[in-house]
């Protein structure tokens, strides 16, 4: 965009001390100088976080120089150029979004996901929960996986829901109650632990209920996608 004729006025912050009325007329400011800061920041997390300052800067050039000058006209054309290039990259740039920003990817899988994401958080945030968060170490408890056949923990389940594992609410509580369960046949049943384990389901429990109306919508249109596609 630097490359456009006249657009050198729009490549850094305009200057108050040349230009003494610029900012008491445009009140968010912006320049391409700015936006470069912000890429390398990570400030923005789609192409419309990017798109929202680089209009910004036409917005303040129509505001200040007028609708049909040589520098609103540039600015403009720099809205085009970039507009066009997003257009020519839209697969790689759909992708680079979903992975800085889960929650741009609007299947009905992910956000599906994102709620089982958050009971897992609410989980791992229960005090005193650290047993559960990692694998049993066999090193430390030799005799656990011959007395625990389906082990289970929160960063096991992170990573089931991250592959897409659970297409409903009854799959993923039954691998939670499972830390459960193996803490109950381990432990036994009123150990410390295994009522810590307890309220680790209780707690995912709550997230769900809170969730139950889009949860259950999500499920429906889940059960419908895997009946029309055999591979699903």
Do not use: W
Not at 85 to 113: G, H, V, W, Y
Not at 114 to 120: E, G, K, M, R
Not at 145 to 173: A, G
């Amino acid at each position: 965009m630097k490359e456009i004729p006249t657009t050198q006025a729009f490549h850094k912050p305009v200057s108050a001390k040349e230009i003494p009325d610029y900012y008491s007329l445009i009140s968010n400011p912006m320049d391409l100088q700015t936006m470069k800061n912000h890429c390398a920041n990570n400030y923005y997390q789609s192409r419309e976080d990017f798109m929202e300052h680089l209009q910004q800067i036409y917005k303040n050039s129509t505001i200040y120089n007028g609708k049909d000058s040589p520098y609103t006209k540039a600015a403009e054309l720099m809205v085009t150029m970039c507009t066009d290039l997003f257009s020519s990259n839209e697969a790689r740039l759909k992708t680079l979004e979903e992975t800085i920003n889960p929650a741009a990817n609007k299947s009905t899988q992910n956000q599906f996901n994102l709620i089982l994401l958050s009971s897992v958080e609410a989980m791992f945030k229960v005090p005193l929960s650290f047993a559960f968060h990692i694998p049993v170490n066999a090193k430390y408890a030799p005799d656990y996986y011959q007395i625990v056949s389906t082990p289970m923990d929160l960063s096991t389940l992170k990573k089931n829901i991250e592959k897409n594992k659970y297409k409903s609410r009854s799959e993923f509580l039954k691998d939670v109650g499972l830390i459960f369960e193996n803490s109950k046949n381990y432990n036994g049943e009123t150990s410390q632990y295994t009522l810590k384990a307890d309220e680790l389901v209780s707690t995912s429990k709550s997230i769900l209920a809170e969730n139950s109306t889009v949860l259950q919508q999500y499920e429906t249109l889940l059960s419908s996608e895997a009946a029309s596609d055999p591979s699903f």
